[in-house]
């Protein structure tokens, strides 16, 4: 089973997510604040990132507006020029290079089209934006659906790469998903606090 990894150094990968991150914040009409918080969340972030044998997945959590959805979509931009450039070349040809974002709340909306959750659970890279806003349960003609934890299984089960954004603490993540989902978050991701700052203006 493959772990997807930057394949180079650790300052290479720093230096490469700290332009995919300015870049990320300019697209918003920002300007990039390359802050000690920030640099620490690219450094753990590269860190993670060039292991040989990562977690299979990383989980950024904290509080609104301290960058975290910014890292993730810097991470994608990443991703997707070194795809471009042909780096993942010693990853196996049935892992597919590619990470598609899609919201929290999305994920309850595709639960009910079985195509679309079926695709969605399976890709081998997935990223969930704002962990923890959408509802735990839901109907569907009747039936009680726990989309988020059914997808989050799946993709523990097959070791599939997610990163997650999310505002809850672990104790709200274990009261809001149960102890053996949030026992096996500890296995699946590397964890990425981020600082209680907001960047937002």
Do not use: W
């Not at 991703?79 to 010693?90: A, D, Q, S, T, V």
């Amino acid at each position: 089973m493959d772990r997807f990894r930057f394949n180079m150094t650790e300052d290479d990968a720093l230096d490469l997510l700290a332009a995919h991150y300015g870049c990320a914040v300019q697209f918003r009409h920002g300007t990039p604040e390359f802050d000690e918080y920030t640099e620490k969340n690219l450094r753990e972030l590269a860190h993670y990132l060039t292991q040989q044998v990562p977690k299979f997945g990383v989980l950024f959590c904290g509080t609104c507006g301290n960058g975290k959805t910014t890292l993730l979509y810097a991470l994608q931009s990443a991703i997707n020029y070194l795809e471009r450039i042909g780096h993942f070349k010693f990853l196996s040809e049935y892992f597919k290079v590619g990470m598609r974002i899609v919201d929290a709340m999305d994920v309850v909306i595709f639960s009910k089209d079985l195509k679309s959750i079926r695709n969605l659970r399976s890709l081998s890279m997935l990223a969930i934006d704002d962990l923890g806003k959408e509802p735990t349960e839901v109907l569907d003609f009747g039936n009680v659906l726990s989309p988020v934890v059914d997808l989050m299984e799946y993709r523990y089960h097959h070791q599939l790469f997610t990163a997650v954004t999310t505002n809850l603490t672990p104790i709200e993540i274990r009261n809001k998903y149960g102890v053996r989902v949030a026992d096996r978050f500890r296995e699946m991701f590397s964890v990425i606090s981020f600082e209680d700052v907001n960047y937002r203006k």
